[in-house]
């Protein structure tokens, strides 16, 4: 069987170094990797359009944004499909025939959905859209015959509905569906980086993001105004690492090469941290040494990105021919589903 990958992301806004070391950077990895036989990059749009559907512009609009992210951090056209959700209609028809193995109870017991709705403060008026996606979500892995979806540890949750609605309908039509696994990324300090401000999420609306568009002094200003250990308020002053934004992001991004380069009274980030901890080192200083480092891994992103938005006629021909190779596989996909549903009357 072939070893196939499915994931993507919601075109809301520019993509952020959150998502490049969560889930970007791996991306690059296996498709370099030779490990998998199709790689398949969603952009979500028709999932977005569910608690965004009185601002299509705002997704409209960020398609490209995200595409000229993916290009710019590596995704390669010859290697990885990149398509767009709402290009392939027949994602919608295999929801619809999905909706009927799952009850409403089970869709709102899903940790991530609760915590989603929560955070949209969706409260009595949810969209029965954003109720579903789960569902939904599993007609995209089941579409293009994914056996391998890269997650955060947030998003197992709704992988296992899918596992579940992938064994219902093959216990009922006979195997007909593949059913997916989850890949975790193995670097821990990957899954989740907080924002600049030390909240737990990065968020457009809450600014507090690193763009991978940022261009240098915007990098520099915001790692500069960082929120760190509110308690280490004199360079004497032990601090902490553990939960400080300036560290967390060093654990995602330094490398030995950096402090050759940038630190080298320092031979690694665990002598850097035991130093602050201790006692007697400057915020300023960690952020510095954070921002040569920033600055270096962004930069090539940056350039190649601004190249790419110089021509959007190509990046949206990128996606268009991703987008048909990717339907006709869903279309042969939904033809097995209603054939095994005994619904191919025509066939």
Do not use: W
């Not at 609306?205 to 940022?214: E, F, K, T």
């Amino acid at each position: 069987m072939k070893k196939i990958i499915l994931t993507g992301d919601r075109p809301t806004g520019r993509l952020h170094i959150g998502h490049y070391v969560g889930s970007l950077r791996s991306r690059v990895e296996l498709q370099e990797s030779g490990a998998y036989d199709e790689i398949n990059i969603m952009i979500a749009d028709a999932q977005a359009l569910t608690d965004n559907f009185d601002n299509p512009d705002k997704v409209r609009a960020n398609i490209l944004e995200v595409a000229l992210d993916y290009l710019a951090c590596g995704i390669a056209p010859e290697k990885a499909t990149i398509l767009i959700q709402s290009q392939i209609p027949e994602l919608t028809e295999l929801t619809f025939y999905y909706m009927n193995l799952v009850t409403l109870s089970r869709l709102e017991r899903n940790p991530t959905v609760k915590a989603e709705l929560k955070l949209r403060n969706f409260e009595g008026n949810i969209p029965m859209g954003f109720l579903t996606y789960p569902v939904s979500q599993t007609a995209d892995i089941t579409a293009f015959r994914a056996d391998t979806v890269p997650v955060g540890e947030d998003q197992l949750p709704m992988l296992e509905q899918a596992r579940e609605i992938v064994r219902s309908f093959n216990a009922l039509y006979g195997e007909t569906l593949v059913e997916p696994k989850a890949l975790l990324a193995q670097n821990k300090a990957c899954l989740r980086l907080p924002g600049t401000d030390g909240k737990a999420k990065m968020s457009k609306s809450l600014g507090n993001c690193i763009y991978l568009a940022d261009s240098a002094d915007e990098i520099r200003q915001k790692i500069m105004s960082m929120y760190t250990d509110p308690n280490h308020i004199q360079v004497s002053d032990p601090g902490n690492t553990r939960d400080n934004p300036v560290f967390l992001y060093l654990d995602a991004f330094s490398s030995p090469a950096h402090f050759e380069r940038y630190l080298p009274e320092y031979a690694s980030l665990d002598e850097l941290k035991a130093h602050y901890e201790r006692g007697g080192l400057g915020d300023v200083k960690v952020k510095k040494f954070l921002n040569n480092v920033l600055q270096e891994v962004l930069a090539p992103i940056r350039e190649k990105r601004e190249k790419l938005a110089k021509d959007p006629g190509t990046v949206m021909a990128i996606l268009k021919k991703g987008s048909e190779k990717a339907r006709e596989t869903a279309a042969a996909t939904l033809s097995d589903v209603k054939r095994a549903m005994k619904i191919d009357y025509f066939a």
